[in-house]
């Protein structure tokens, strides 16, 4: 009884901490969909806007799981805190819809990555999925101007930023002799993403083509096809800025990238929620999409990319 009592008070004393932050600033959090190092960017963009507003408390969170239960607990311990406004990357926005409205009752929310639009969320922030899937899909053409037969990697099958990205790339292969054979989850699971590619080379010979549809999903694919001496051998494209990703674009084994700018949705996203919470809606359009562009990164430009990031991450 002692050590739950003592677990008890520990865990008031974090929310309370929060709640005694809220009490004097306004507390805004982000709140990923699992831990990724696509993530360290938009925690560096939400360190930026609270070192320009420095009126409020600004926080990063992942769920300890990358689950919509787990996810959802922590959005409620976060309301219960008081904090004054949450951006969140629902790991899935169907299954979650119900349990975002909730949240939206009580602060004020904003959706990033994969929206949520009838959660009742004021805006979204960030990429336009489809379109960064039509960009990945020009780069296949590009790069197979004969047809191949592709297998995609994704985290999150369910989620709509999957699902429009990987329906942008059939939108642009559709009547070329490029086909996605298949689409291979994992679930946001490291080891799972590597076993799925080291499984594809044994069980489909036939592929030619590998697609990286969340930000790890490069790397695994990339660490696979090394081990099994096949870089360069199968054409690796997809999505973000990993710099496993950005290193095999630069030695000719990725043929590219579509980078996202997360960097951007934590500090614009922060910024955003400061002026709403001040009373100005001006800037969110008609829609309720607060687009991002995306942009492609290829051998010509992947050095310059490198070098904007890092300033962008404050490393350059």
């Not at 409020?56 to 409620?76: C, G, H, N, T, W």
């Not at 942008?168 to 699971?189: E, H, L, P």
């Amino acid at each position: 009884m002692k050590r739950i009592a003592l677990m008890g008070a520990a865990v008031a004393l974090a929310l309370s901490s929060v709640a005694g932050h809220a009490a004097d600033k306004k507390t805004l959090v982000f709140v990923a969909n699992g831990a990724s190092d696509f993530w360290k960017a938009a925690e560096a963009g939400v360190k930026k806007a609270n070192s320009e507003l420095p009126n409020y408390v600004m926080q990063f969170k992942y769920p300890s799981q990358s689950s919509a239960a787990i996810q959802e607990r922590l959005m409620d311990d976060l309301v219960a805190a008081g904090v004054s406004g949450i951006m969140v990357s629902a790991v899935d926005p169907k299954t979650e819809t119900d349990a975002l409205a909730k949240i939206a009752k009580q602060t004020l929310l904003l959706t990033t990555d994969s929206d949520a639009a009838k959660s009742g969320r004021v805006a979204y922030i960030g990429s336009s999925n489809v379109a960064a899937g039509k960009q990945v899909g020009e780069i296949l053409k590009k790069a197979l101007p004969k047809g191949g037969k592709c297998m995609a990697f994704v985290g999150l099958p369910g989620a709509d930023n999957a699902k429009e990205r990987i329906q942008g790339i059939k939108d642009v292969i559709k009547g070329t002799k490029i086909d996605i054979v298949d689409v291979r989850a994992d679930d946001i699971d490291m080891a799972r993403a590597k076993r799925n590619v080291e499984d594809t080379l044994t069980a489909h010979p036939e592929v030619n083509c590998m697609l990286g549809i969340y930000s790890y999903n490069i790397p695994q694919i990339y660490q696979a096809l090394k081990e099994a001496g096949q870089l360069g051998k199968i054409t690796v494209t997809g999505f973000d800025d990993d710099p496993i990703t950005l290193g095999g674009i630069k030695e000719g084994t990725v043929a590219g990238t579509v980078v996202q700018q997360p960097f951007l949705w934590g500090y614009e996203g922060m910024k955003d929620m400061a002026k709403i919470l001040g009373g100005d809606k001006s800037f969110i359009p008609k829609d309720g999409l607060i687009i991002i562009p995306t942009k492609v990164v290829d051998k010509s430009s992947v050095d310059e990319y490198a070098k904007e990031l890092a300033k962008m991450q404050g490393k350059g």
